[in-house]
């Protein structure tokens, strides 16, 4: 049978998860036989954790197993990526549960013993199955309007929620506190809300409490009278002033330290504010949309957050799930970086499918940004390629391309000198033609004497 590959050249891996040893093992050689590189398991909860981080395009599964039974595990793996495909070994007498198994999505089971020929015959068909899956998946993800508000891409349940949210709340006065992991999208929530509402024309101002050291904050937020602390040579418009009839976005609120939440609180209240040193007071009518990635609960049971402020703050409360809990999203985000960046380059680029496959099944626990990085960062080092592939951005595989290099050309179980010499030749001439062979400028890069470069450059012939 020819060797299973998975369209990276990879191994195409398979959690086999059984406890019965021998049986497990012999599993095991028959299938690493085949090609496919396999991870064993002997309990469920153990492949349970690893299902959690990893995604598998095939599990074998024992029914019965110590811990977790093998239909938790396929529930846990569907939840995780509904293409996994996943079989199930029963022992006599469980057909129910077996069955029960296929109404869950199981692909297939199988009833120990059994013809291992066939069985990897099987295989094949359902990874081949598998395969074609993904490729329709694809094509039906392009990206349409209602999965784009206003900048925001996802196609979940979540997503698509959030949006409705942020239309029914956006031209109300109400505050928004708008929480979620880092990365997650919490500042393009924010822009949206402005964007919808009925002060999109007035001032928009942002304020990030954690990048403001804790003593200019309150001058900051409040402003200042000439005069009101030394090194105040002018009076200082808060941006409290500068947002009035406006909007202001108060990033990583639960920064914010507490005897500046009291006067935020006041503000709030008293829609007033008096900057520091001065008597007077100003109205001010000012919207109040505020972030955090912290759990502001927590703070408050820690005392670090004013309770009433909170409730001050979220009248409306936006959540963004990380996007470990919505992949969904994640094949339409890359259509829409892919996009953004050829835009952004002027270049026409197109990822082929397997790469796109590799990307989706990534774990992203930076969210959105990091997923946002990691398109940009490969469209930008495949320069001058039209389809980029997932070799030409892999760092594990550009590591092991080096070292091939390297091993092509020194062969490791020649002599030590002979090695490094043929290293320094190597070294020296790409420095050399790096420098446009002027010989000053590399000993001065290498530094060495300009003498002790001739030598060396003599001794290899590339004088
Ligand atoms: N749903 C999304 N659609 C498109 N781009 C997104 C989405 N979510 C996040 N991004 C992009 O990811 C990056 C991070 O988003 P953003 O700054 O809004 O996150 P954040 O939640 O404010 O993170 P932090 O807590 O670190 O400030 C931005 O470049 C943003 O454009
Ligand atoms: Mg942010």
Redesign the pocket.
């Known amino acids: 049978m020819d060797k299973i590959y998975n369209n990276n050249s990879k191994k195409l891996e398979i959690l086999l998860v059984e406890d019965d040893f021998i049986f497990a093992e012999s599993l095991k050689d028959s299938l690493e036989d085949e090609g496919f590189n396999v991870t064993l398991v002997k309990n469920g909860s153990d492949a349970i954790k690893i299902i959690k981080n990893k995604t598998f395009p095939l599990i074998i599964s024992d029914i019965n197993l110590p811990k977790k039974s093998g239909i938790e595990i396929l529930e846990e793996a569907k939840k995780r990526d509904k293409l996994t495909k996943v079989i199930l070994i029963t022992g006599y007498g469980s057909i129910e549960k077996a069955v029960e198994a296929m109404k869950k999505g199981a692909e297939d089971f199988i009833t120990k013993p059994f013809n291992m020929e066939e069985f990897l015959l099987r295989i094949k068909k359902i990874l081949k199955y598998r395969e074609q899956e993904a490729q329709l998946e694809l094509f039906s993800k392009i990206v349409n309007d209602k999965n784009i508000f206003y900048?925001?891409?996802?196609k979940s349940k979540v997503?698509q929620d959030i949006f409705y949210l942020i239309e029914t709340i956006a031209d109300s006065d109400a505050n928004v506190l708008i929480t979620?992991e880092?990365?997650?999208?919490?500042?393009?929530v924010a822009n949206a809300i402005q964007m919808l509402s009925n002060r999109k024309d007035k001032p928009f101002i942002k304020i990030n409490c954690a990048a403001i050291p804790e003593n200019l904050i309150e001058s900051e937020l409040f402003g200042y009278e000439k005069g009101a602390f030394t090194g105040a040579i002018k009076s200082h418009r808060g941006k409290f002033l500068i947002a009035d009839k406006g909007t202001l976005f108060l990033?990583e609120i639960g920064e914010l330290p507490l005897h500046l939440q009291t006067k935020l609180l006041r503000v709030i209240e008293d829609k007033t504010i008096t900057p520091l040193g001065s008597n007077k007071s100003f109205n001010v009518d000012v919207r109040i949309i505020s972030?955090t990635?912290q759990n502001l609960e927590k703070l408050i049971e820690q005392g670090k957050f004013r309770q009433d402020l909170y409730y001050r703050l979220k009248v409306v409360n936006i959540h963004?799930p990380p996007l470990r809990d919505r992949r969904e999203d994640i094949p339409i985000?890359i259509d829409?970086f892919i996009e953004k960046f050829s835009k952004k380059y002027n270049r026409k680029i197109k990822f082929t499918n397997r790469l796109i496959n590799e990307l989706i099944s990534k774990d992203y626990p930076g969210n959105?940004?990091e997923l946002?990085n990691l398109v940009h960062s490969i469209i930008v080092v495949n320069k001058d390629k039209e389809i980029i592939d997932s070799t030409h951005f892999s760092p594990e595989n550009s590591n092991k391309g080096k070292e091939n290099y390297l091993f092509g050309v020194f062969d490791i179980f020649s002599p030590y000198h002979d090695v490094i010499s043929k290293f320094e030749k190597i070294y020296l001439s790409k420095v050399l033609k790096a420098c446009n062979n002027k010989k000053t400028l590399a000993a001065e890069i290498l530094k060495i004497s300009r003498k002790n470069l001739w030598e060396k450059l003599k001794k290899h012939n590339l004088g």
């Open positions: 900048g925001i891409v996802g997503m979620g880092s990365g997650t999208g919490k500042e393009l990033d972030a990635q963004i985000l829409y959105v940004r946002e």
